[in-house]
């Protein structure tokens, strides 16, 4: 350890030596280093973490900006599937001011998290950043944060209008120290209006603990994070506001009327599932960066692809929350070694009708195929467009060397459907499984073309050749 640097292992944070806790003469190194073994013996037991320093950094804007920071951070004990370890709660605070929480979640690795600070003015200023301890496992170990970077994202940046206007989240309450369903990512969607450019805002969090069950959230969706869009927004060409919008429970979308901090609209994430509220607030807030994706020919999940980490936090956090079992059946909740499943990402133009894809494996006995709706109406796809879907198959398998897919009507309801079903596979963009570090590997096959599908007809296959 350096003369004057201050690790506080066993308490779960780490001084940085940007700004020593008490005057020292510099040119005594005697002193530096008893004086800090001072501190950590006879003061941390009393004071909070979010009162002692991981980094202080000074932020100089030439003119008032978006900011976005990135955090490097690690954790000496965390692991997001052990309980009492789970993940570090960092508290950012803006010139002494309080901002938002960060969630360690990628375990012991050094990593960068980013996340929004907003809107700041013109000037110097501070951003520290500290563990809070009331909001931490004991279990973490030390914490170190390597730097802070800053991304200024200026008015005449092409940006700026849309990171201006990302929503800010509060914490659901029953979440709050119990590390789950937390906000991983913020990615943004925009698009041209007659009246001027729409912004639409989702959130992909850990999981869900309520709404769709894990298996059937595997089999229709190909994930068990939970994504949601959380806020909407329509300017005029003058920048100026003319409708918002967020889904609220029961995803009832409606008119945002809420609180703003300096133009981010204050979001209070209120059901189990993860639907919002533009009312309240909660002892955390979240502020995860937004960025930009093009999700044209692609679903939802892709943003996920492009973070693979987001793979290996959910899985761990369906291990330590009972969520996976070795012999787990159909419609009981949980899901088999998400390692296990083949997912595939496909297109279809589908209307009044339901569509379920199978993998061929090759075993023992001879070729055998695995479909996702695994026999049951409610693991089946019901959504036109670009989808997500996963199928488990048996430990030690081969990888699959041919994909099926099958169309039936939609059940439920009663009534006699407007228009008749019909359902067409458009493009196939990946098949894929999860490593051993539950990262997903390369795709082993793509495909674009037009495959019509009868109404409880044969199943069309596709055999299996990589891109």
């Not at 509060?170 to 913020?186: C, E, K, S």
């Not at 639409?200 to 994504?227: H, K, P």
Request: proline share 7%; aromatic share 8%.
């Amino acid at each position: 350890m350096r003369s004057g640097d201050c690790i506080l292992g066993a308490m779960g944070a780490e001084r940085s030596t940007s700004r020593p806790a008490a005057p020292v003469d510099a040119s005594d190194t005697r002193t530096r280093g008893f004086l800090c073994i001072l501190t950590c013996v006879f003061f941390v037991p009393f004071v909070s973490f979010a009162e002692i320093a991981l980094s202080e950094t000074t932020l100089r804007l030439d003119a008032p900006a978006e900011v976005i920071a990135t955090i490097r951070a690690a954790c000496q004990r965390c692991e997001w599937g052990a309980a009492g370890r789970e993940g570090a709660s960092l508290e950012v605070k803006v010139d002494a001011e309080y901002h938002s929480h960060l969630m360690l979640v990628r375990g012991r690795e050094e990593a960068a998290y980013r996340i929004l600070l907003g809107h700041v003015d013109r000037g110097q200023h501070r951003v520290t950043v500290a563990v809070d301890r009331a909001k931490s496992p004991a279990g973490i170990g030390s914490v170190r944060v390597r730097d802070i970077s800053f991304d200024i994202v200026a008015e005449q940046d092409p940006r700026y209008e849309a990171v201006a206007h990302a929503p800010i989240l509060y914490a659901r309450p029953n979440t709050i120290g119990h590390f789950t369903d937390v906000p991983l990512l913020m990615w943004y969607e925009s698009a041209a209006t007659p009246a001027g450019r729409r912004y639409r805002y989702s959130v992909i969090f850990s999981n869900e603990d309520g709404g769709t069950a894990t298996d059937r959230l595997m089999a229709t969706w190909g994930r068990t994070t939970d994504i949601e869009f959380v806020y909407g927004i329509e300017v005029d060409a003058n920048g100026r506001t003319l409708a918002e919008e967020f889904q609220g429970p029961s995803h009832v979308v409606s008119p945002f009327r809420g609180r703003h901090d300096s133009g981010h609209p204050l979001e209070l994430v209120i059901t189990d599932n993860n639907m919002v509220t533009d009312a309240g607030s909660s002892g955390i807030r979240y502020a995860p960066a937004p960025e930009a994706f093009d999700l044209t020919n692609r679903s939802r999940e892709a943003v996920m692809d492009a973070h693979p980490w987001t793979y290996r936090v959910t899985s761990e956090e369906m291990r330590r929350e009972g969520k996976i079992a070795d012999q787990a059946k159909a419609g009981e909740g949980v899901i088999t070694d998400p390692r296990r499943y083949v997912f595939v990402e496909a297109c279809s133009e589908l209307e009044n009708a339901a569509l379920s894809f199978g993998v061929r494996v090759q075993g023992p006995d001879g070729p055998r195929w695995y479909d996702s709706d695994r026999d049951r109406d409610d693991f089946r796809i019901v959504r036109t467009g670009c989808f997500r879907g996963g199928v488990p198959i048996p430990p030690g398998s081969a990888l699959p060397d041919a994909l099926r897919f099958r169309a039936c009507p939609r059940g439920g309801g009663g009534e006699t459907p407007a228009a008749p079903p019909r359902v067409k596979i458009t493009r196939v963009n990946s098949v894929f499984a999860l490593g051993n570090d539950y990262l997903p590997a390369p795709s082993r096959f793509s495909w674009t073309g037009s495959l019509p599908l009868a109404m409880d007809g044969a199943p069309v296959e596709l055999t299996l050749r990589r891109p």
